[in-house]
């Protein structure tokens, strides 16, 4: 158990909605990380929050939001969903922003479109 | 970042060392070796990491070579647990901070 927790679990919807993921990150950690895990893509990180203010970005896509609140939960918005969007989506925390650190990945959410 | 070579499968005889190779010829000197690894569609798991020498912890070692255009991933004595996709990523303390991962090594532990 990493410690980092991720809800829900699984996630089932239809093209065109609208979805929220939620990360908690372990104890103590102020870096929430989420990444993309799809069959053909491989694992692909996304954006990167420390302390509540966006660090980075990767290969996110404009439907593709996400916000780090006062209290460091995270949560991922997915929008206009589309079938390539089905992927399993993982948050990772880390105790710092930047530096050689290890990143702990939460249980991830699959999520399904159909 | 670096990038990381890896073959795409290994199998390993349970209780048996497990020896996963990992080129980075591209390596710079501000670069470390990461290894992460991945059980079956779980989060991946932080394995070990180093800068130039050899590291150890309760979970594998971590052999760097001299030129660090290569290193190795040992984990002592396998068991069916770990069997999983082993990631080589390489990165700066300064790469922006993501984790980039290839495609890994599926390393098979059998009976």
């Known amino acids: 158990d990493s410690g980092v927790t991720q809800t829900p679990k699984h996630l089932i919807t239809a093209t065109g909605q609208r979805v929220t993921l939620r990360c908690s990150p372990r104890s103590g950690d102020l870096s929430v990380y989420w990444y993309q895990q799809s069959l053909d893509q491989g694992l692909q990180f996304l954006i990167h929050y420390y302390n509540g203010e966006e660090r980075a970005k990767g290969n996110i896509l404009e439907r593709f939001s996400a916000q780090q609140f006062p209290d460091l939960h995270s949560e991922l918005n997915l929008s206009s969903l589309e079938l390539g969007d089905s992927a399993l989506y993982f948050c990772a925390s880390s105790t710092r922003g930047s530096g050689i650190y290890e990143q702990y990945f939460g249980p991830g959410t699959r999520l399904t479109v159909t | 970042d670096a990038k990381t070579t890896q073959p795409t499968s290994m199998d390993c005889a349970e209780g048996r060392a497990a020896n996963l190779p990992c080129n980075h010829s591209?390596?710079?000197?501000?670069?470390?070796v990461y290894w992460y690894r991945q059980i079956h569609s779980q989060g991946p798991q932080y394995i070990i990491h180093g800068l130039k020498n050899n590291e150890t912890n309760e979970m594998a070692s971590l052999i760097i070579t001299e030129d660090r255009k290569s290193s190795t991933l040992i984990l002592p004595h396998a068991t069916l647990r770990d069997t999983a996709v082993y990631y080589c990523i390489v990165r700066g303390n300064n790469a922006g901070n993501m984790l980039t991962f290839g495609g890994g090594t599926r390393l098979m532990v059998k009976p």
């Open positions: 591209t390596i710079s000197g501000n670069e470390y």
